[in-house]
């Protein structure tokens, strides 16, 4: 089974995708398009309570779960010829999966510009 | 044949989109909210009709029914990890027409635990996943699809805008020929008739 076009499916059946995907899929399916992005937003499960940490230092926003689970978004400078390109808070960049931690990393030519895209999209798509 | 009683020896006749019908026994058909609310404390005179779904997705939810009669009352979403074998099976032998089929005849048909497994199944495909590879599963359109599609409907809305344009000169026209008086729209006739006539006999 390659293709499933899951936004043709009954809303009700897309809502139930939409509130068992974990947080690990969260982040790469609300890129696929503002469309889904405000579909993930409304739909995702919202009854385990997502605590965001940003670390200042090492610039990267952290996504921890009530179970002790960790996602890390990273801001690293430069590029990566291997990433993907995806449009985060109106700015596309390079994204991809970090080899290092649990989670993505996103190339950025200002990192601080990054770091503030990085947690307005995130503290965002994660309110409840 | 369609008697309101509770007994799982009941058969009940279903329709398919094709008008063939089949047998499902009551038990296996009690598994849908949506037959309980409609035909369970009323019955039903002749065969019930599902006349969106084709046969072979109707025979597919209500093999499933039939399986899963003797399990234990549905409690929550199973993860994909606890589903027996005959459940792996049932649902790897699925083209991809066919789940999508099954999986809205199945919300339709309200059965909870058919959903529900069809709904984590999706989300298991979907795990593990970048963003692009995402985008090919769920088949949404790429940036380079969507800015083709956008330069079409211009070019398109381009043509309807000259083809409105045209219609409304055209329109314009015959306006100031019908506003003519008919003396006068016969003088001009006339008029053009003899210069024509004129060029005619100098040739």
Sequence with gaps: ?128 | MTSPASSSEVKYLIESSEGNTFDVSGAALRQSNTFNAMFLNIGADGPIPFTDYNEATLKKVFEYCEHSVNEENYSGPKHQDDLSKWDLNFFNEMDQKMFIDVINASNFLDIERLTSYCCERIARMLRGKNTQEMIKVITLPTAEELEAKQKVEEKKAAAAKKVAEKAAETAEKTETLEELPVQQLVQTTRNKLTRKYLSFSNE
């Design chain 1, 1 to 128: 089974m390659s293709a499933l076009p899951i936004l043709e499916l009954p809303i009700l059946v897309l809502m139930k995708i939409l509130r068992i995907i974990d947080v690990e899929t969260v982040i790469p399916i609300s890129l696929c398009s503002r469309k889904m992005y405000h579909l993930v937003k409304t739909f995702r499960d919202k009854s385990d309570t997502l605590r965001l940490k940003i670390d200042g230092i090492d610039l990267r926003v952290q996504l921890a779960t009530p179970d002790g689970n960790y996602h890390e978004v990273e801001v690293v400078a430069g590029t990566s010829e291997t990433a993907e390109w995806v449009k985060i808070d109106g700015h596309l960049v390079p994204i991809d999966r970090s080899r290092k931690h649990h989670g993505w990393n996103t190339y950025w030519d200002d990192k601080v510009k990054g770091m503030q895209s990085i947690m307005e999209y995130l503290s965002d798509l994660l309110s409840k």
